[in-house]
């Protein structure tokens, strides 16, 4: 495992943490190509009963590093990121994420495929991809008008703007917020209970409140990822990757 991402199991429970504080843990095509193997070793591992989800630092994730992303753009479904994110839809093991700081992008729609999240008061979301000139990914455009109603999901994916632990709440893209100080043992706690439930039971539970939109995701994700790398290449998305660039330098 590279050091990019951490893989710690104890007791049932596999933490990942994504390892790039100096980025805000933002991913690159090997990161996602390593917690795709991750997950997929952890799904045929009988000593997994749980996955937490952690990022270094103090931030959960910044989403893509753009440089690393145009320089490794996807080109196809087998590219890393959707790599992941289909092995994320059909993990059959409980995900529970426990995100502090920010969740840029795909930090934010990622959790749309996780069983319990909990969040720090202070962190910080953002689904920012019609301000880059691209659309959404992870199955967002199904998953979050189901989940937070069509009015509050059009606001923070065609706005692209931040918005905060409490609204992440609204929307229901979190089980739960807390102080800072509190995050940890929360999520160390949660993860200990399904932990400790019957390991087939909760498979199945799991599968039965995901299946019936099982064929929907999956058709969701291929089309939003074909549109995706259409605005990957557009003008319109060149413009907005080099204004970004240009004013972070």
């Known amino acids: 495992m ?23 843990n933002a991913f690159t095509a090997e ?25 270094a630092g103090g931030s959960f994730t910044a989403g893509n590093d753009l440089k690393d992303f145009l320089e490794n753009p996807p080109k196809g479904e087998d590219s890393p990121v959707f790599r992941f994110l289909h092995t994320l839809a059909h993990f059959t093991r409980p995900i529970v994420a426990r995100v502090e700081g920010v969740a840029v992008g795909i930090g934010t729609t990622l959790l749309l495929h996780c069983d319990y999240v909990a969040a720090s008061e202070r962190a910080v979301f953002s689904m920012p991809f019609v301000n880059l000139g691209l659309s959404p990914e992870g199955a967002s455009s199904l998953l979050l008008p189901r989940l937070a109603g069509m009015a509050l999901a059009s606001e923070l994916l ?30 160390s706690s949660r993860a200990a209970a399904l932990a400790s439930r019957p390991v087939e039971s909760v498979r199945l539970t799991k599968k039965l409140l995901r299946e019936p939109l099982r064929a929907a995701v999956d058709e ?12 990957l290449a557009s003008a ?14």
């Not at 000593?47 to 990022?55: E, H, I, K, P, Q």
């Not at 969701?220 to 605005?231: N, V």
């Open 31 to 55: 990161m996602y190509s390593l917690a795709a193997q991750a997950l997929r070793d952890a799904d045929t591992n009988d000593a997994v009963r749980v996955v937490v989800l952690a990022g």
């Open 236 to 249: 319109e998305a060149r413009e907005a990757f080099n204004a970004f660039l240009s004013k972070k330098k």
């Open 158 to 187: 065609m706005f692209g703007e931040p918005f905060d632990a409490a609204t992440a709440l609204r929307a229901g893209l979190v089980n739960r917020v807390v102080p800072d100080a509190e995050l940890e043992s929360l999520v």
């Open 220 to 231: 969701t994700l291929s089309r939003e990822g074909a549109l995706f790398m259409q605005r």
């Open 2 to 24: 590279s050091d990019t991402l951490l893989s710690h199991l104890e007791a049932g429970v596999l933490t990942l943490t994504f390892n790039r504080p100096q980025k805000k």
